[in-house]
C-alpha cells in the first residue's frame, strides 16, 4: 500500500522530468507525453519484456501510463516552478529510483529467478527509464556517469534481498530498504560522489572499425 | 483483403522512407535493408513484444521483411525518383500510418485489453517505425515535433475503437477511419498543422545532473 | 562444448570492445559494466525477445553476465595494453561473431521457424551488441557501414543452415561455418573490403519532415 502511494510520487516525478527534457528538445505535446511515460514507466516495461514477465504492468493497470501522461503536460505548464524547486524533485525522484528497484526486485523474487537476476531486475527497473529519456533526447546517458545513479539501484536490491534472505518480514526490508537507498543517493547528490570514472582517450579506432 | 494490400502498401513505401534515411548517414546495403526493415515494421515488432503478442508479425510472415529488404535496397537504385515524387511518399506514408494504427488498434481488441491500451498500441504501431529509423540515423525524431504525426495515430486509433463500440461494421470502420485519418493527416501536411511545442530553455541540469 | 567455450570467449571478447566505447564517453565503472555487457549479450537478448524465447539466455545462466562485467572492469585496467593488441581483438571479436550466428540460427531452428527467420536470428545476434553498444555511447552505428560485419552474421546464418539442410552433422556444420565465417571476416578486414554504400546528399526533407 505505502509503495503503491511511493511508486506513484515516483512516476510523477519521473514523468515530469521527461517532461522536461522533452521541452529542452522542442518537443510537441504527444513528444512531452511520450518521453514523461517512457522516463517514468520504461525501466518496468524493460524490466518485464527481458524477464518474459507479461502482462506488462501499465498495460494491465493504464492507469499509471494516464498519469504519466498529464504529469508531462502538466510540467509544460509548471515547467519554471519545477525549476525554483529542483531540490525537491531530486528528492522525489531518489524515492522513485529506490522504490522502482524494490519492485523490480520483488517481481523477479516471484518469478523464482536468481538472486543475481533479482538484483539486475531492480538495476533495470531503477535506470533504464532515464537511460530512455536521455537516448531518445539525445543527451548522454546521466544514469552511466552520474551520482551513483545506478549504483543506488544495485545498492537497494542487494540490501532488499539481503534482508528478506535474512527473514525480515517484507514490510520491514521495503521501509528500511527504502531509508538506506535514499539516504544514500541524497547524500551522493550532496557530495557529489561517484563512482570511478574510466576515460580512455586513444588514437585507436574501435576493433570494428579498424 | 483490402486492409493486407494497403499494408504491404505500407511497409513499402515505410521502408523507401528509411531507405533514404540510411542512405544520408551513408550506410552500405545491409544498413539500408536494416533501417527499412526497422521502419517499415518496427512498429508492429515493438507493439507485438510490449503486448507479449507472439509470434511477432513478420516471424509469422516472412515475406513482409522481404518486401522491406526489396524496397529498401530498390530505393538506393531510383532515389532522384523518389525525391521528384515526394508529394506521393507523403500519401503513401500516410495510408500506411492510418492502416498500422487500425491494425494495431485491433490487434489489441482481440487480445481483449482495455480501450486505451488499444489507442496506445494504435500509436506503438503507428509510430515507433519512424522513431527508431530517426534513432538509428542520429535524427531528432521526427515523430515526436511533427505535423500530427502521432495526433494521427491516436486521432484513428480512437475513431476505430468507437465506431466499433456502436456497432458498425469492422469493414465500415476501417473504411472510415482510413478516409478520415488519411484526411487528417494529408491536411496537417498541406497546413504545416502542429500540435503546440513545449520549448524549455533553463539553466537548471536536469534533476539527476544535479 | 567447442560452442560454449568460444561463445564465452566472444562475450569476453565483445565486452572489451564494449568498455573501451564507454571509456572514450567517460562513463563510470557501472557505465562500463553496462556497455560491456549489452554489447557481449545485447544481441541474444534482443534475439530471444523478438523471438520470445524465453527465459533468455542470461537468466537461465548469469555466470554469463558476471563474465561480461568482469571482463568490463578489467579492461579499464589494461585499456592500453588492449590498444597496443588490436589485432588479436579483431580476431576474438570475429569469431564471437561467427560463434552468435551460429548459437542464433540454432535456436531459431530448434523454435521450428522459417530458413529466412533463422539467418535472421543469426543476424540479430551477431550485430545487435554492437549496434546497441554504438547507439548508447551515440557513435554512428559501425555494423551498419563497416567490413561485411553483418553480412558475415547473414553469410554464417546461411552456410550453417544449408550444411544441416544437407544433413551433414551438427559439429561439422559449426567447424566449417567457424572456418569459414572466420576466413571471410578476418579477409574482409585485411583488404578493407565492404558492401557497396548508398550515399543519397539531396535538399529534399525526409517524408515525414515535410
Redesign the interface.
Known sequence: MLLTILYIIGIT?EAM?G??????????????M??ASATAIGGG?ARD????H???AW?KH?EY??ITCIAGVFT?LI?PWV?RN?RL??ML?SVGLVVFSIIGCQIAIDMG??P??CV?AAIITGVFG??LRD??C??????????L???VA?FSGVLYLGLLHYNVHENIATLITLILGFSLRTTA?YFSW?????????A?P?????
Open positions: 516525478a522530468t517532461a522536461i527534457s522533452a521541452g529542452k528538445r522542442k518537443m510537441d505535446w504527444f513528444g512531452v511520450f518521453v516495461t519484456i527481458i524477464l518474459g507479461y502482462p506488462v498495460v493504464p501510463i494516464i509544460t515547467a525549476e529542483q524533485f531530486v525522484d529467478l536468481y543475481i537476476i539486475i532515464g537511460l537516448l531518445i539525445s543527451q548522454k546517458p546521466m544514469v552511466l556517469h552520474k551520482e545513479y545506478a549504483f544495485l547528490v561517484h563512482l570511478p570514472v574510466f576515460h580512455f582517450e586513444s585507436m574501435e576493433k570494428n572499425e579498424k
